[in-house]
Nanobody, 127 residues
Framework: QVQLVESGGGLVQTGGSVRIYCQASGQTASGSVMAWFRQAPGKAREYVGGSTWRGDTILASEVSKGRFTLSRDTAKNTLDLQMNNLQPEDTAVYYC????????????????????WGQGTQVTVSS
């Protein structure tokens, strides 16, 4: 079992920055792959980036475009997403996810492979 709580986000102007946070807890939290997804209105949920339990991270290049950074604190079981140079198309609800199984070094990009989800945090970029 993994519980996930997101925080941060909010309203930001085009070109601005925001950092969002995910706190994981539970028996398998520390050993689980974690990831960020986002879902814009009327669109499918898409993978933003993920981290192994060791802190190795992979970002979706077509989403990040060199603007996003992932940081995992393995001691605190957190996964932070720093987003810079935000654009209106980045407006979405951002969800933290965890696979739940421990020790894997494979970071899936499909939402179907994640068993645990947070409630989401809204990021709105005004033009």
């Amino acid at each position: 079992q993994v519980q996930l709580v997101e925080s941060g986000g909010g309203l930001v102007q085009t070109g601005g920055s925001v950092r969002i946070y995910c706190q994981a807890s539970g028996q398998t939290a520390s050993g689980s792959v974690m990831a960020w997804f986002r879902q814009a209105p009327g669109k499918a949920r898409e993978y933003v980036g993920g981290s192994t339990w060791r802190g190795d991270t992979i970002l979706a290049s077509e989403v990040s475009k060199g603007r996003f950074t992932l940081s995992r604190d393995t001691a605190k079981n957190t996964l932070d997403l720093q987003m810079n140079n935000l654009q209106p198309e980045d407006t979405a609800v951002y969800y933290c996810a965890a696979r739940g199984e421990t020790g894997s070094t494979h970071i899936p990009t499909s939402r179907a492979e994640y068993n645990y989800w947070g409630q989401g945090t809204q990021v709105t970029v005004s033009s």
